[in-house]
Every structure is written in C-alpha cells, then in structure tokens.
C-alpha cells in the first residue's frame, strides 16, 4: 500500500518543481515577444530636430532605397549571429539558435494545429495604424508630410522629426512580424527566415492602396499568390520564381492603372511640329 502512495507524492512533488521550474524561467526571462513590444514603444519615442538632417536623409540617400539596402546588412548579421555567437553547440553542426524557451514561444489556439496568437497581433496592427493615421494629430501630421512637404515645413512640422518616427515605427512592425514568424512558427532563429515578405510588402502597400485596412486583404490576395505558386511547383513542376513574376507583373499593372487614371497620354508630335512651322 505504501507503494501506490509513495509513488503518488513522488508525481506530485515532480508537478510541483515543473510548476516552479516554469514560473521562474518566465519570471527570469522576459517573454521575447514582450521585449519587442517594449523596444518599438522605445524606438517610436525617438525624435530629433536638427532640420538640415531630415533634409539630407530625404534628399540625398532617399529613405525607402536606403531603407530597402538595410534589409541585407540585416540578414548578413542574422548569418553571423546564427554561424558564430548564438549558434546551437548541439545544433548537429547545422546553423542555428537553440529553441526558444515556452515564455518566448506564442502559445497556440488548439494543440493539434500551429495557428497561434500571432493572427491577432497581424488583425490588431492595421487597426492601430489606422486608428493612429486616421484619428490622431500626429497621422494628420502624417499625411500631411506625405502629400505636401512643403505645406508641412510651413505649417511647423519638423522634417526630421516625421521621418525619423515613421521609419523606426515601421521597423518596429516589421521586427513584430518578424518575432511573430520566428517565435510563433520557427521556434528559433536560423539563416533564412522569411521567403521575401518584406519585399513583398511592397506591392501589398500599393494593392492596400496605402491603407492599413486595405493591406489586410491585399496581405490575403498575395499569400495565396505564395501558396499556389508552391502547388504549381509541386503539381506543374514550374519554377518557384512564377509566383514572383506574377507578383511583379501585379505590381507593374497596379502602378500603370494609376497613371492611366490620373494623367492622359496624347500624342503632341504633330501638333508641335504644326507649331514650330507656324512660328
């Protein structure tokens, strides 16, 4: 009889020290995902403003290409990071970090499946960008700066300021996509992490009409642009790089339905030549 018992207080005592193994690695370690939270309210604080410095960031080294160039810089240190200090010494030898603690992995909605919490934070961050474009004195000034620069400089708005703000709260979203990718799906880092989404952004911000709402279901169109170009991989045995033709065809359509929509082509030759001959 003392074995039965025995042997249920040695499983209660080993529950007990998991429970509090567990609470204390969650008190030890801050949740990967709320540090994150923390360095985008950190960075989107940031302000400068010296002028002079917006206007040589603007003019000269054009924000979005300077920031486009940054994604490799990015990647090379993730490689780095994952070949050298941060690398799994039990990894097998294969690149990579050991596997995210359970205070740093997003829990999942049902155990059998891997749709995890990062769908409520991809819902909730359209919302709060539109509520912070739309409804805000600082996205008025927003879309100021973006349609009329020079409006915005004589109506008091620092230069430097805005484009410091929107980039690194944009960075900020970016690196909450990316924790939700590696925390949520990977469970650890490794060399490559996502396929292009970045890049791919872009042409969701175009299709989104540069709306946060919008971008949702522009986000929807383009993932199943990614999903049927791996079935036609697998079924067709066309290339991978199909889908990322049709996404630039996608691209380049969208960008010449604006222009046909906003400005008219004529054909001047004749008439200028009618002109010169006249004078």
């Known amino acids: ?42 960075f989107a604080g940031i302000g400068l403003s010296d002028d002079v410095t917006g206007e040589f960031l603007y003019s000269l080294f054009m924000v979005i290409l300077v920031s486009l ?10 490689v780095y990071l994952v070949h050298g200090p941060w690398r799994n010494p039990q990894g097998w030898g294969f690149p990579g970090t050991r596997t995210f603690p359970d205070a740093a992995v997003l829990p ?11 769908l409520i934070l ?35 708005v620092s230069s430097t300021r805005m484009i410091w703000m929107t980039l690194l709260i944009g960075g900020g979203l970016a690196g909450l996509a990316g924790v ?28 989104g009409r540069l709306n946060p709402i919008g971008i949702v279901a ?20 066309v290339s991978d790089k199909v889908a990322r033709v049709f996404q630039g ?16 082509i004529r054909l001047v030759r004749r008439a200028i030549a009618s002109a010169l001959e006249k004078s």
Do not use: N
């Open 1 to 42: 009889a003392g074995g039965p018992a025995g042997l249920q207080v040695a499983i209660k005592r080993g529950q007990r020290a998991k429970e509090a193994a567990g609470s204390a690695a969650k008190r030890a370690q801050l949740p990967l995902l709320g540090a994150t939270v923390i360095g985008i309210m950190a």
């Open 108 to 118: 999942v909605f049902f155990a059998q499946h891997r749709l995890h919490w990062g």
């Open 249 to 264: 065809m996608l691209l380049f359509f969208v960008l010449g339905c604006d222009t046909l929509i906003h400005y008219r």
């Open 69 to 78: 160039m940054l994604v490799y810089i990015a990647e090379l240190l993730l």
């Open 180 to 207: 939700i990718e590696a925390s949520g799906t990977i469970g650890q880092l490794v060399p490559i992490i996502s396929p292009g989404y970045g890049f791919t952004a872009i042409i969701v911000a175009f299709l």
């Open 122 to 156: 991809a819902l909730a961050a359209p919302l709060l960008a539109w509520f912070l474009v739309a409804k805000t004195r600082f996205g008025f000034r927003v879309r100021l700066f973006g349609s009329a620069p020079l409006a915005a400089r004589h109506a008091g």
């Open 218 to 237: 522009a986000g929807l169109v383009l993932a199943l642009t990614y999903l049927g170009g791996e079935a036609a991989q697998i079924s067709l045995g």
